[in-house]
């Protein structure tokens, strides 16, 4: 599919309860054996603190997202999808870490 059709699978499902999203997850995009887009993904998700992504689920288990950050003019990009797969188990966070050490 492309990324279009994607984005409109994506706009027919219902939100995910945020309830289910606690834990962590394997997350796909489609860049797999292609370096540059590899680079291009990192960047667009990581070395920008403007991203906004929305979480659909299509199945149990399965999430379909769709993620856009700010362009220099103050709109935003064109939306980008990826899949997350789980939970594959729970969150462990900054407090359970804490606790786990005393």
């Given at each position: 599919?492309?990324?279009?059709q994607?984005?409109?699978?994506?706009?027919?499902?219902?939100?995910?309860?945020?309830?289910?999203?606690?834990?962590?997850?394997?997350?796909?995009?489609?860049?797999?054996?292609?370096?540059?887009?590899?680079?291009?993904?990192?960047?667009?998700?990581?070395?920008?603190?403007?991203?906004?992504?929305?979480?659909?689920?299509?199945?149990?288990?399965?999430?379909?997202?769709?993620?856009?950050?700010?362009?220099?003019?103050?709109?935003?990009?064109?939306p980008?999808?990826?899949?997350?797969?789980?939970?594959?188990?729970?969150?462990?966070?900054?407090?359970?870490?804490?606790?786990?050490?005393?």
């Open positions: 599919m492309s990324c279009e994607i984005i409109e699978v994506w706009k027919t499902l219902p939100p995910a309860p945020l309830k289910e999203l606690n834990g962590h997850y394997i997350g796909l995009v489609p860049n797999a054996g292609d370096k540059t887009r590899q680079a291009s993904t990192t960047d667009y998700m990581y070395n920008d603190s403007t991203l906004v992504d929305e979480v659909r689920k299509p199945d149990d288990y399965v999430y379909l997202g769709v993620g856009t950050r700010k362009t220099p003019d103050g709109k935003r990009s064109e980008g999808h990826f899949i997350l797969l789980g939970p594959t188990d729970e969150w462990v966070g900054v407090d359970d870490v804490k606790a786990a050490r005393k």
